[in-house]
């Protein structure tokens, strides 16, 4: 069974804002992604009322600058965005909120393939990415603990958008190339 079709099935996740919440080492980021979220009309509603809150909240104390310092000395490289928001809007207004990017989640929906880090567990890695199985036409991931996280949803980020064609058309070997070498290039820029 298709794990996304659990999503409309599933009576207790109407009314529920589901996304793929990013977390690194320490923790959460505070972003959530966008990309694999899903909505209803009241939940979209909220957000917009809500956007519409931040900015106008922003242009009297700048609030958001001093967010975006916290961010940026906690997790490095970060932006004020719709993942920002997101997260924000799910905190600060109580929504009800699924996060997709669990082990345990029966959506395994992939917050970045090149992140390993989830809300409960860290995915085995492949190259500085997580490790992907695959047994005919199910994709699965493993937990550093050996579970296995069927995943109904890959997200390919950044330099990945290149290959994902490779990889839905069954030419593993050009995925794993792009992998290992992308891999060897960062380890020799680094010096590592």
């Not at 099935?9 to 990013?22: C, H, M, P, R, Y």
């Not at 109904?152 to 030419?171: A, P, T």
Request: with cysteine; proline share 1%; hydrophobic share 35%.
């Amino acid at each position: 069974m298709n794990n996304l079709q659990h999503i409309r099935e599933d009576t207790s996740l109407q009314g529920v804002f589901i996304g793929s919440e990013g977390f690194y080492g320490e923790g959460s980021e505070h972003q959530i992604s966008p990309h694999f979220s899903f909505w209803n009309k009241a939940l979209i509603n909220s957000f917009t009322d809500y956007l519409l809150e931040v900015y106008k909240r922003n242009k009297q104390d700048h609030f958001l600058a001093r967010h975006y310092k916290i961010q940026q000395e906690k997790i490095g490289r970060t932006a004020i965005s719709d993942m920002t928001l997101l997260y924000m809007w799910v905190k600060e207004k109580g929504i009800p909120y699924l996060n997709s990017n669990a082990i345990s989640s029966a959506l395994g929906i992939d917050h970045n393939i090149s992140s390993v880090y989830s809300e409960n567990g860290v995915y085995q890695s492949f190259c500085n990415r997580k490790a992907i199985k695959l047994k005919g036409e199910a994709v699965y991931c493993k937990a550093t603990d050996g579970k296995a996280q069927a995943m109904s949803v890959l997200h390919f980020q950044g330099e990945y958008k290149q290959v994902l064609k490779y990889f839905y058309q069954g030419r593993l070997a050009r995925f794993y190339w792009f992998t290992i070498s992308r891999a060897l290039k960062r380890s020799l820029k680094s010096g590592k």
